[in-house]
């Protein structure tokens, strides 16, 4: 099976532009979770989607959204970057929305704001 | 809210001796699953290890295996015969089903060296 993709895996953007970042999970897996990446805090959750259903949402601001297509496929949208939004942007599938269940990340989208 | 606490940003070991990373938690559910990660270097990140909190006996994976003391909300990681492959950022993760809903907490990383 094919592993968890992402894409882009570089992006370059400057403040107060917007961004689209893309996930396919696992082939089967229904269950797709975003994680920011800072050298400062580790892995920050952002939100999961299941069944095209946001189940559960971290504490960032409404600038960051996401959804999920019938086909699993994910997609966060980021509006009026700021440079603090500068990260790697990692999208993990699972087979369900179960807290037993092992994530399957990507490699990531790496995020520079000028 | 649930917290994951790792105390070491970073580790150094070296070859084929052993070393054990910490982790603690903290969180009011009796139910939940613990996990570790591995993040090698511009690579994927990857599962190393699973915990279930209601089973007792501490979890093995071959080299890996964990320390999980229930009541002190601790759960440390010893890899033994350490490899230089084995050189990555490691995140101990807490995840519970909560209201029917999975939301993973990581820990901030600890850095592990291996040393030739």
């Known amino acids: 099976k094919a592993g968890v993709t992402q894409t882009p895996r570089y992006l370059i953007k400057t403040r107060g532009q917007q961004v689209t970042l893309s996930c396919s999970p696992i082939s089967g897996h229904r269950s797709v979770s975003w994680y920011q990446q800072t050298p400062g805090q580790g892995l920050q959750f952002l939100f999961e989607y299941f069944s095209e259903t946001q189940r559960n949402k971290g504490n960032f601001p409404g600038r960051f959204s996401g959804r999920q297509f019938s086909n699993s496929r994910s997609e966060m949208n980021v509006s009026t970057l700021e440079l603090g939004d500068s990260a790697l942007y990692l999208c993990?599938?699972?087979?369900?929305?179960?807290?037993?269940?092992?994530?399957?990340f990507g490699p990531g989208t790496r995020l520079t704001v000028l | 809210a649930q917290t994951v606490t790792q105390s070491q940003p970073e580790m150094s070991v070296q070859e084929a001796e052993t070393v054990t990373l910490s982790c603690t938690y903290d969180?009011?559910?009796?139910?939940?699953?613990l996990f570790w990660y591995k993040q090698p270097p511009s690579r994927q990140m990857i599962l190393v290890i699973r915990?279930?909190?209601?089973?007792?006996q501490n979890a093995t994976e071959n080299r890996f295996s964990v320390n999980f003391q229930k009541a002190a909300k601790s759960f440390s990681l010893k890899i033994s015969d350490s490899q230089l492959g084995d050189t990555a950022m490691y995140f101990c993760?807490?995840?519970?089903?909560?209201?029917?809903?999975?939301?993973?907490?990581f820990g901030i990383g600890t850095k592990l060296q291996v040393i030739p």
């Open positions: 993990a599938s699972s087979l369900v929305s179960s807290g037993s269940n092992e994530q399957f």
């Open positions: 969180t009011s559910e009796n139910n939940y699953y």
């Open positions: 993760a807490f995840t519970s089903n909560s209201g029917g809903y999975q939301k993973v907490t």
């Open positions: 915990q279930e909190a209601y089973k007792q």
